[in-house]
């Protein structure tokens, strides 16, 4: 968990780093008509995330999406937590998902 973290923090913070994606092209994507890339993106972070708990390489969820949710709910949650905070949109966005997720998201 801790690496996960201190992973999401340093590319949170590089700038220098122009092939990622930002928050701002995120959101633009998802409410811009590009749907399928927003639903990927956001899958993808999901996914890849059970993995490396699946994995080992996360001992404690930080996030547990509910059985049962679709793919629209993730993106309807993560449309209004990116637009919550739109300070931050120049971050990373897989950084900005898994915050939003977080906090969504809890486990029980």
Not at 41 to 67: H, M, Q, R, T
Request: glycine share 10%.
């Amino acid at each position: 968990m801790k690496y996960l973290l201190t992973v999401i923090l340093l590319l949170s913070f590089n700038s220098s780093q122009a092939a990622y994606v930002d928050g701002n092209s995120l959101l633009s994507k998802c409410e811009g008509g590009n749907e399928s890339y927003c639903i990927g993106y956001l899958a993808g972070i999901n996914d890849g995330y059970l993995a490396a708990f699946n994995w080992g390489d996360i001992k404690e969820k930080s996030f547990c999406v509910p059985d049962g949710a679709t793919q629209g709910q993730l993106q309807r949650v993560a449309i209004n937590g990116l637009k919550a905070n739109p300070q931050n949109l120049h971050l990373v966005a897989s950084s900005l998902v898994m915050n939003i997720f977080v906090a969504a998201f809890p486990c029980e």
